[in-house]
């Protein structure tokens, strides 16, 4: 409470970004965790901005009518103010910006965050997911995989689970030693086992092979992942980096596995830019989203520009090449970046979605996510910008799995039992911090922090809502449904996620056939609601009819009459 | 010359075919006059592919050895590769669909000999007309009237038999209108807003050329129009130094000293060969899978297709705000008035009137305001995308339209009684069709050519009950509001039904659209047959459990 300097400005003006003609006038309150604006109409409406979910507050130079102040949230909301005071909005600037940049773990929403749950059901929602039962539904053959008390405690790798599958034909010295040549001793251990082919996705960190070092320990883990695949004869590593990035990595000792020293290994680079391309090519798509009155030109070339669909084709590919060398040839996949928690994540993830329609479920994604992002380190405090801290830490990896999962589903609408929803739902409670699932960089910070017993977990409030992320069109027998799906990475087929990142604007309208079909629902339910105002007001005035157009566009501009001479 | 004296080679076996998504077939080859056929000859269970000569858009030939390949670029862009054994055969097969793919004389044309045998060639042809409309439209009884003064097409050759006029204008005073603008199009009503009894009307530039012209009977049909309200908006679909410039080819745009009380807006729009163009290269830019995203971006963009798309539909939004909103009149015209002018005031239409969004009225609009009101089909879609012959007048003005309109569809799911196979069909249709809806240029051409007495009618077709279900959108729940459409460039999309149509995206797709039937029929079963016919409802009924299922469902 401290940082709120002033906890309540009357006479705010909110303003709508295509309209900005119109504006509601209220009231803004300051909490410890929330901003709440709450307009003077007789609906007394509310709007609640999360603090941890605020990216950027500005404000602009006052003008006659008084000082403006933006919100900019990390869900891609803007919410633009204007404050009567240039005294008022300079304290609500400074505590926001504070409030908006916790520095301890305890400041964030989760750890007050109390939603009358007892103890017993906490833990019960807590063990909602549970990753041994997902190892076991893999159906990993036990004379070839098993579980290793070698992480016991994370002393062998501080940022991975402590139960890690291994083939059951290495020995404990080859894990520790395997340990010791990977980057952050981030070994190989299984991602995923495809049951249909017996081939599986294993995921590490690069090997710190420099130019010449090799460890005999980590040539025979990886012998052994390709013997447990009996059928086939050698293996793939992906190294999801491009190449030049993996090769420059071997004058600080790291790199990738020289194909001579490891027997039967094909090496297969995918090109996933750094986390830092990544960050830059996201806010120029941002930018782009906020373009104001943008032609047909403006927009395209600023989306080409941005380099973002090109950055999610590449997810794309690494996921397709996986999933068809595991599913079509049988060959199991080793793969990793550098530190393996980032381009791994994804490639791997991407890949399991495409394989097993399991993970095309509600219930299935919410495990990958436990699985491949959430165990194996991937680290959402520093990515996600959690806490205050270096923001060239800061990176939209996860967005852009989820991306890759809504470009997935607008190829195949009828494969995935959740809708556009879900995946934004997602999104959101990634960054804001309201439950625990994604506070902290790994399993043992996690534990260290106690969120088990101080913080809620997401998955089942998302499961008890599961019928508003529900995708209508998706049938488990559907041909759809079934087996890996194939996706065409065609240019053409990527689309700027409107829903996503065209928020700044008033509704989500649907942008193809595999959107969520709930938007639908919300537009005619809009509609009706826009009918019934509208037959409560004479015809003459319009306020009916202007809400119904879906944004609100002026199509008049402003050169109205010009007169030829 | 007869027809059949084209085709030297009538038939060629063993020929293989190459189409997308399939595996190669052999079979035989036959060309007749106006078609391609293909069939691969098995006993059981025979496959035939049979393409209309006018639906080849161009032709390449390449020798290999002794045989020869044709690839066949179809005008619904579809693309087939026909491996023929035998140069002389593939050369005289590929010369006689060059010579009968593009017949020039109407007569000649397929639609004269389709005679399918569960049509008759007597009755009533087309849905909709003027004097419909008219009859239709109480609210234009009063200060309306139908004037035949174009009886014998001698006033403007481009209209129909019949327009609709104010009624205190009488036809002497829209003679000296017509002569007043270019191809003697005089402003005529398009239609009339249900709400407020505002008019959208239309017409070619008035000809006022570099001395500033006048003409006191087309300012006093204007004056009529709005009738005593004060003030009428035209919209004038070129850009204000175009329609400056037009003044010195004797062209020009109503002044306001001499129509005081119109206010001109001016909406730069391009047309013919730009258009023409534009679609070349989105076609191009669509049929190479290999381009990388920003290749593809900036192909895209490029091709200029979609800012097309967006102008129309800013500039049919803008109609629709002076209409609905300002409460006036509007006149519409560019410079001949055949093109974009009714590609803006049909659009205008589609989002004002719920009338023009169920299956009927669509295909009654674009009867009255496309093809009777003079849109010359022929000389437009005489070639497509994939052409190589030398521009003429061919402009994809309709299939500009046809975009819109799925914009439209996409943005309002449940607003609009048609689906996409409407839209497409209708792509397809209008470049080569079996029926007489869209031959020539005008309905003057097409009562000299016979085509009502000798063809068949496309849109009668399209709503017999057997056919008409494909056609529907299972979703559609009628709404009597205006649809604004979107026109932020985030909310317009490529059309990917019709530009990339034959890739494997389509197939998803099309699985998804059954599937969003299925589960309407279903749940249609399930509430009994008081609800299988689609019965008209309105949001303020009480939603049954089967309407909140339609409402979930999306734009498939």
Request: negative net charge; proline residues 4%; contains cysteine.
């Given at each position: 409470m401290e940082?709120i300097?002033t906890?309540?400005?009357?006479?705010?003006r909110?303003?709508?970004?295509?309209t900005?003609?119109?504006?509601?006038?209220?009231t803004l309150?300051?909490?410890?965790t929330h901003?709440?604006f709450?307009?003077?109409?007789?609906?007394?409406?509310?709007?609640?901005?999360?603090h941890?979910?605020?990216?950027?507050?500005?404000?602009l130079?006052?003008n006659?009518?008084?000082s403006?102040?933006i919100i900019?949230?990390?869900?891609?909301?803007?919410?633009?103010?204007?404050?009567?005071?240039e005294?008022?909005?300079?304290?609500?600037?400074?505590?926001?910006?504070?409030?908006?940049?916790p520095?301890?773990?305890?400041?964030?929403f989760?750890f007050s965050f109390?939603?009358?749950l007892?103890?017993?059901l906490?833990?019960?929602?807590?063990a909602?997911i549970?990753?041994k039962?997902?190892f076991?539904?893999?159906?990993?053959?036990?004379?070839?995989?098993h579980?290793?008390?070698?992480n016991h405690?994370?002393?062998?790798?501080?940022?991975?689970?402590?139960?890690?599958?291994?083939?059951k034909?290495?020995?404990p010295a080859v894990i520790?030693?395997?340990a010791k040549?990977?980057s952050r001793?981030?070994?190989?251990?299984?991602s995923y086992?495809?049951?249909?082919s017996s081939?599986?996705i294993?995921?590490?960190?690069?090997p710190?092979?420099g130019f010449?070092a090799?460890?005999?320990d980590?040539?025979?883990?990886l012998q052994?992942?390709?013997?447990s695949n009996?059928v086939s004869?050698?293996?793939y590593?992906?190294?999801?980096r491009p190449?030049?990035?993996?090769?420059a990595?071997?004058?600080?000792?790291?790199?990738?596995e020289?194909?001579?020293?490891?027997t039967n290994i094909?090496?297969?680079?995918i090109?996933?830019?750094n986390i830092?391309?990544?960050r830059?090519?996201?806010q120029?798509?941002?930018?782009?989203?906020?373009l104001v009155a943008?032609?047909?030109?403006d927009f395209?070339w600023?989306?080409?520009n941005?380099g973002?669909?090109?950055?999610i084709k590449?997810v794309?590919d690494?996921?397709?090449?996986?999933?068809k060398?595991?599913a079509?040839d049988?060959?199991s996949?080793l793969?990793?970046?550098?530190?393996g928690?980032?381009?791994t994540a994804?490639?791997c993830s991407?890949a399991?979605v495409?394989l097993?329609?399991?993970?095309?479920?509600?219930?299935?994604?919410?495990v990958?996510?436990?699985k491949?992002?959430v165990?194996?380190?991937?680290?959402?405090s520093?990515?996600?910008?959690?806490l205050?801290?270096?923001?060239k830490?800061v990176?939209?990896?996860m967005?852009?799995f989820l991306?890759?999962?809504?470009?997935?589903?607008?190829?195949?609408?009828?494969?995935?039992e959740f809708?556009?929803?879900?995946l934004?739902?997602?999104?959101?409670n990634?960054y804001?911090?309201?439950y625990?699932?994604f506070?902290?960089?790994c399993?043992?910070?996690?534990r260290?922090?106690?969120?088990q017993?101080?913080?809620?977990?997401?998955w089942?409030h998302?499961w008890?809502?599961r019928?508003e992320?529900?995708n209508?069109l998706?049938?488990?027998?559907h041909?759809?449904?079934?087996g890996?799906?194939?996706?065409?990475?065609?240019?053409?087929?990527?689309k700027?996620w409107k829903?996503?990142?065209?928020?700044?604007?008033?509704s989500?309208?649907s942008q193809?056939?595999?959107?969520?079909l709930?938007a639908?629902?919300?537009?005619?339910?809009q509609l009706?609601?826009?009918?019934?105002?509208?037959?409560?007001v004479?015809?003459?005035t319009d306020a009916g009819q202007?809400n119904?157009?879906?944004e609100?566009?002026?199509?008049?501009?402003?050169e109205?009459?010009?007169?030829?001479v | 010359?007869?027809?059949?004296?084209?085709?030297k080679t009538a038939?060629?076996?063993?020929?293989?075919?190459?189409?997308?998504f399939?595996p190669?077939?052999?079979?035989t080859?036959?060309?007749t006059?106006h078609h391609?056929?293909?069939?691969?000859?098995k006993d059981?269970d025979?496959w035939q592919?049979?393409?209309?000569?006018r639906?080849i858009?161009a032709t390449?030939?390449r020798a290999?050895?002794?045989?020869?390949?044709?690839?066949?670029?179809c005008?619904?862009l579809?693309?087939?590769q026909?491996?023929?054994?035998?140069?002389e055969?593939c050369?005289n097969?590929?010369?006689?669909i060059?010579?009968?793919?593009?017949?020039?004389?109407v007569?000649?044309?397929?639609?004269?000999?389709?005679?399918p045998?569960?049509?008759?060639l007597?009755?009533p042809?087309g849905?909709?007309?003027?004097?419909?409309?008219?009859?239709?439209?109480e609210?234009?009884?009063d200060?309306w009237?139908?004037s035949?003064v174009?009886?014998?097409y001698s006033?403007?050759?481009s209209?129909?038999?019949?327009?609709?006029?104010?009624?205190?204008v009488?036809?002497?005073?829209l003679?000296?209108s017509?002569?007043f603008r270019?191809g003697?199009r005089?402003?005529?009503?398009s239609?009339c807003?249900?709400?407020n009894?505002m008019v959208?009307?239309?017409?070619?530039?008035?000809l006022?050329?570099a001395?500033r012209?006048r003409?006191?009977?087309?300012?006093?049909?204007?004056q009529?129009?709005?009738?005593?309200?004060?003030?009428?908006?035209?919209i004038?679909?070129?850009?204000?130094?175009?329609?400056?410039q037009?003044r010195m080819?004797?062209?020009g745009?109503e002044?306001?000293?001499?129509?005081?009380h119109?206010?001109r807006?001016?909406?730069?729009?391009?047309?013919g060969?730009?258009?023409?163009?534009?679609l070349i290269?989105l076609?191009?830019?669509?049929?190479?899978?290999?381009h990388s995203?920003?290749?593809?971006?900036?192909?895209l963009?490029?091709?200029k297709?979609?800012?097309?798309?967006?102008?129309?539909?800013s500039?049919a939004g803008?109609?629709?705000?002076?209409?609905e909103?300002d409460?006036?009149s509007?006149?519409?015209h560019g410079?001949?008035?055949?093109?974009?002018?009714?590609l803006?005031s049909?659009l205008?239409?589609l989002?004002l009137?719920?009338?023009?969004r169920?299956?009927t009225?669509?295909?009654?609009l674009?009867?009255?305001?496309?093809?009777?009101?003079?849109h010359p089909f022929?000389?437009r879609?005489?070639?497509?995308?994939?052409s190589?012959a030398?521009?003429?007048?061919?402009?994809p003005?309709?299939l500009l339209l046809?975009d819109c309109v799925?914009q439209v569809?996409?943005?309002?799911?449940?607003?609009?009684?048609?689906?996409?196979?409407?839209?497409?069909r209708?792509?397809?249709e209008?470049?080569a069709?079996n029926?007489?809806?869209f031959l020539?240029?005008?309905?003057q051409?097409?009562?000299?050519?016979?085509?009502k007495e000798?063809t068949?009618?496309?849109?009668?077709?399209l709503?017999s009950?057997d056919i008409?279900?494909?056609y529907?959108?299972?979703?559609?729940e009628?709404?009597?509001?205006?649809?604004?459409?979107?026109?932020h460039?985030?909310s317009?999309?490529l059309?990917t039904?019709?530009?990339?149509?034959w890739t494997?995206y389509?197939?998803?797709?099309?699985?998804?659209?059954?599937?969003v039937?299925s589960?309407?029929k279903e749940?249609r079963?399930r509430?009994g047959?008081d609800?299988?016919n689609?019965?008209?409802?309105t949001?303020?009924?009480t939603l049954?459990?089967f309407e909140?299922l339609?409402d979930?469902?999306t734009?498939l």
């Amino acid at each position: 409470m401290e940082h709120i300097r002033t906890p309540k400005v009357e006479n705010v003006r909110m303003f709508d970004k295509l309209t900005p003609r119109k504006c509601m006038v209220g009231t803004l309150y300051l909490s410890s965790t929330h901003t709440i604006f709450v307009e003077n109409s007789e609906a007394r409406k509310e709007t609640w901005i999360l603090h941890s979910l605020m990216s950027n507050v500005e404000r602009l130079p006052t003008n006659p009518s008084g000082s403006p102040l933006i919100i900019r949230c990390k869900n891609f909301h803007v919410y633009r103010l204007l404050i009567p005071q240039e005294k008022d909005c300079v304290d609500v600037l400074a505590s926001l910006t504070r409030l908006s940049h916790p520095e301890r773990y305890g400041e964030l929403f989760c750890f007050s965050f109390n939603p009358n749950l007892d103890k017993e059901l906490r833990e019960k929602a807590w063990a909602f997911i549970d990753l041994k039962a997902e190892f076991i539904r893999m159906g990993i053959p036990r004379n070839l995989w098993h579980a290793t008390a070698a992480n016991h405690e994370h002393r062998l790798c501080d940022t991975y689970p402590s139960e890690l599958y291994v083939p059951k034909s290495v020995s404990p010295a080859v894990i520790v030693g395997s340990a010791k040549f990977r980057s952050r001793g981030r070994l190989p251990v299984l991602s995923y086992y495809h049951r249909d082919s017996s081939a599986s996705i294993c995921r590490s960190s690069q090997p710190l092979s420099g130019f010449s070092a090799r460890s005999s320990d980590d040539e025979q883990m990886l012998q052994a992942i390709m013997k447990s695949n009996p059928v086939s004869e050698f293996m793939y590593v992906v190294d999801t980096r491009p190449k030049l990035n993996a090769m420059a990595n071997r004058a600080a000792g790291k790199g990738y596995e020289n194909e001579d020293h490891y027997t039967n290994i094909k090496l297969q680079f995918i090109g996933i830019e750094n986390i830092h391309v990544m960050r830059n090519s996201q806010q120029k798509l941002i930018d782009v989203g906020d373009l104001v009155a943008p032609t047909m030109s403006d927009f395209l070339w600023g989306l080409e520009n941005s380099g973002w669909l090109k950055h999610i084709k590449a997810v794309l590919d690494a996921g397709v090449f996986i999933a068809k060398a595991v599913a079509e040839d049988g060959v199991s996949v080793l793969v990793h970046c550098s530190d393996g928690w980032d381009r791994t994540a994804q490639a791997c993830s991407v890949a399991s979605v495409l394989l097993d329609s399991y993970y095309r479920t509600i219930k299935g994604l919410m495990v990958l996510i436990e699985k491949d992002w959430v165990s194996f380190g991937h680290k959402f405090s520093h990515r996600y910008a959690h806490l205050d801290g270096d923001p060239k830490e800061v990176s939209p990896v996860m967005d852009q799995f989820l991306e890759c999962v809504w470009q997935l589903m607008q190829q195949f609408p009828c494969a995935f039992e959740f809708n556009e929803r879900f995946l934004i739902q997602l999104h959101t409670n990634i960054y804001s911090c309201q439950y625990g699932n994604f506070i902290g960089n790994c399993q043992k910070e996690r534990r260290d922090l106690k969120l088990q017993e101080r913080t809620h977990s997401l998955w089942p409030h998302l499961w008890e809502n599961r019928a508003e992320y529900t995708n209508p069109l998706y049938r488990n027998d559907h041909s759809q449904t079934q087996g890996v799906l194939k996706p065409l990475t065609t240019a053409y087929c990527f689309k700027f996620w409107k829903g996503m990142y065209g928020r700044a604007e008033k509704s989500v309208t649907s942008q193809s056939p595999a959107d969520c079909l709930n938007a639908v629902r919300e537009e005619s339910q809009q509609l009706e609601e826009e009918l019934s105002t509208h037959q409560e007001v004479p015809r003459e005035t319009d306020a009916g009819q202007e809400n119904c157009r879906a944004e609100g566009e002026d199509f008049r501009g402003e050169e109205e009459d010009q007169e030829v001479v | 010359m007869e027809l059949s004296e084209h085709i030297k080679t009538a038939n060629v076996e063993d020929v293989t075919l190459r189409r997308p998504f399939h595996p190669a077939l052999r079979g035989t080859l036959c060309v007749t006059s106006h078609h391609l056929l293909f069939s691969d000859r098995k006993d059981e269970d025979s496959w035939q592919l049979l393409i209309l000569l006018r639906n080849i858009d161009a032709t390449e030939k390449r020798a290999v050895g002794s045989s020869g390949t044709i690839t066949i670029k179809c005008k619904d862009l579809l693309v087939l590769q026909l491996e023929i054994p035998g140069m002389e055969e593939c050369l005289n097969i590929a010369s006689s669909i060059e010579a009968l793919s593009a017949l020039e004389s109407v007569t000649e044309m397929y639609p004269f000999f389709y005679r399918p045998s569960h049509l008759t060639l007597h009755g009533p042809w087309g849905l909709s007309s003027t004097e419909k409309y008219y009859k239709q439209t109480e609210r234009l009884w009063d200060r309306w009237r139908v004037s035949t003064v174009n009886s014998d097409y001698s006033v403007c050759p481009s209209y129909p038999h019949a327009v609709i006029v104010p009624r205190e204008v009488d036809d002497e005073k829209l003679v000296q209108s017509a002569r007043f603008r270019q191809g003697g199009r005089f402003p005529v009503l398009s239609y009339c807003h249900h709400r407020n009894g505002m008019v959208i009307m239309r017409s070619s530039q008035p000809l006022t050329g570099a001395n500033r012209k006048r003409c006191k009977e087309d300012e006093l049909l204007l004056q009529a129009v709005i009738d005593g309200s004060l003030l009428g908006y035209i919209i004038d679909l070129r850009s204000t130094q175009q329609a400056q410039q037009a003044r010195m080819t004797g062209g020009g745009f109503e002044s306001k000293s001499c129509y005081s009380h119109w206010k001109r807006i001016h909406r730069h729009h391009e047309r013919g060969k730009v258009l023409q163009e534009s679609l070349i290269k989105l076609v191009e830019a669509c049929s190479d899978p290999s381009h990388s995203v920003d290749r593809w971006l900036s192909k895209l963009e490029n091709s200029k297709w979609l800012s097309h798309v967006h102008s129309a539909l800013s500039t049919a939004g803008l109609v629709v705000e002076c209409v609905e909103r300002d409460g006036h009149s509007v006149l519409v015209h560019g410079s001949e008035g055949t093109d974009s002018t009714l590609l803006v005031s049909s659009l205008a239409q589609l989002i004002l009137d719920p009338a023009s969004r169920t299956l009927t009225g669509f295909l009654g609009l674009l009867e009255r305001d496309w093809i009777q009101a003079g849109h010359p089909f022929q000389q437009r879609c005489a070639h497509s995308a994939y052409s190589h012959a030398r521009l003429k007048q061919e402009c994809p003005s309709f299939l500009l339209l046809l975009d819109c309109v799925w914009q439209v569809w996409r943005q309002f799911p449940l607003a609009l009684e048609f689906s996409e196979a409407l839209l497409l069909r209708l792509a397809q249709e209008v470049y080569a069709s079996n029926y007489g809806t869209f031959l020539c240029n005008n309905e003057q051409e097409r009562c000299a050519a016979g085509v009502k007495e000798n063809t068949h009618c496309l849109f009668q077709s399209l709503l017999s009950p057997d056919i008409e279900e494909q056609y529907l959108n299972p979703l559609y729940e009628p709404t009597d509001l205006a649809i604004w459409p979107s026109v932020h460039p985030q909310s317009l999309q490529l059309w990917t039904g019709l530009f990339l149509r034959w890739t494997e995206y389509a197939q998803n797709m099309e699985e998804a659209r059954e599937e969003v039937w299925s589960i309407v029929k279903e749940h249609r079963e399930r509430a009994g047959p008081d609800r299988t016919n689609n019965t008209p409802s309105t949001h303020c009924d009480t939603l049954t459990p089967f309407e909140n299922l339609m409402d979930e469902l999306t734009i498939l």
